[in-house]
């Protein structure tokens, strides 16, 4: 994971690629820093922790080189400190790299056996070693990277600079994505086109296997095999202001307050209000003909993905296989040509998701995703992609992603029951109009929040807290439990309500309270008896349903009535309060709530 830049400007560039890589700061954000090349000389700056850190070394130490690259670390090799920090350098050259060199031992070894002098835990530092040995062969610095590169093995972005070249910067992409940008006078990289956004619309990707010269005057790409390629430049649709938290004091928070924005916007998209029916953007997937669908995700967007087999399955009657991506890639599962895979990504830079729809597409599947950046790399390499109009997501903790994930999932299966004849114009009506209401019901829940926030002060004296729901809100019950764990650190678990009893009814006693996730739909009656079990074992009861309390059957530690909906629907509007118990929980708890302890937005390596 982490995030580069790189910028060969006309004025000094220090600053500029600290601003570039708040915008990056989603990748990874437990060390920073930043070189430059400066008569002759490179000169870097780094330091733990967040951007704010690096800022301050800068203020103090300024650098002023017209030429520079930078680096926010989620660490992979060797712990987040000042030392493993990028970017890593030997005397003549300087790097800074994003993913993982697989070959990282045998590299090592053999650098040391040469008698280098390693002073990092880190992989990277080894790319500097390699290509200096190359330069001190003779080779210019294009044919050191070049013989460096083919000795790599991984998946990962580079972009290196030279002491003894002021206008000169060197990249490549193998696996991780990245962007170059074109300026007036000025050329920049960056790991997205997001990072470049305050200085460039125009953009060209890499590819795979591409590795690019950079001088202020322009580009030269060239591929895997050498030959000189051109790539297209296109405008980019990131936006140059910087995301704020407008009157919240997270993003988390104001993320969990657009959602009835957002998936209002997001569903209008893929709906003809007017005849109350699915229209899907132009896809080159035939639904009606589709037997079998595959669904791989990772973390959240996996829930929505599991929430969306059940819709498949019966509304749609289509058997639907789902696994987390990091499964799916080394399953080598059996799928029949020309079904559809669907892949689901806020990001669309998940690795491990981007590495099994690049399995599917070698099994010959139709590729359709779902994700939130447009210009990503799983959108760019689908068949169809169908977005999801979240706008930037911030805060680590997903919540607008997800309920957007299932408003467009909610959308598919529709259109898919419809293609396939399973439902008539009325119940596809039926359900486009109880999607239609979900803005409406989120705009309610979000009234009430301090009703959460009450609940929060118990929550946070928990060691653990369980989470049960069944059917469609299973998968809700799991999302509840992430939220909780990845922001507060309590520890969370979701289990299906009906399979407590086959262990998990050990864990309880009257210190673990148990969320559960009861709208009163046709399991409704099934989920009390599954909180009376716990009840009885003295578990405390909060009970999230559009039910009154006392349909729990026994005492509740808590209860929150929700809006009754529509039971297709239920998924979108019992993620608000999984996102809000989290939020309130973590806020009093005086965790790092947009950007917690060990985790980073986007998740690009394995
Ligand atoms: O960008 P993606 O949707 O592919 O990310 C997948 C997961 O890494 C992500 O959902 C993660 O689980 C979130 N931190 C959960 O809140």
Redesign the pocket.
Known sequence: MCGIVGILGTEPVAGKLVDALKRLEYRGYDSAGVATVENGTLDRRRAQGKLQNLEARLASEPLHGRLGIGHTRWATHGAPTETNAHPHMTDGVCVVHNGIIENFKELRAELLGQGAVLSTDTDTELIAHLVTRELNQGHDPAIAVQHTLRQLEGAFAVAFIFRDHDNLMIAARQGSPLAIGFGDGEMYLGSDAIALAPFTDTISYLEDGDWAVLTREGLAVRNRDGESVVRPIQKSVASALMVDKGNHRHFMAKEIHEQPEVVAHTLANYIDFANSRILLPDMPIDLASVKRISIS??????YAGLVAKYWFERLARVPVEIDVASEFRYREIPLEPGSLSLF???????AD?LAAMRYCRGEDQRIASIV??RESS?ARESDAVLPTLAGPEIG????K??TC?LSVLGCLAIATARARGIIDARKEAELVTALTEVPRHMSAILRDEGDYEALSHTLSKARDVLYLGRGLNYPVALEGA??LK?ISYIHAEGYAAGELKHGPIALIDESVPVVVVAPNDEMFEKVVSNVQEVAARGGQIVFISDAAEDAAGCDVMAGIQLPETHPFTTPLIYALPMQLIAYHTAVFMGTDVDQPRN?A???TVE
């Open positions: 995700a990772c973390g959240t967007a996996y689901i990504s806020q990001s669309g830079e998940t998701t939130n950046v799983i680590v903790a997903s919540t992603a997800f994930q992430l939220k990845e985790l937005k986007s998740v």
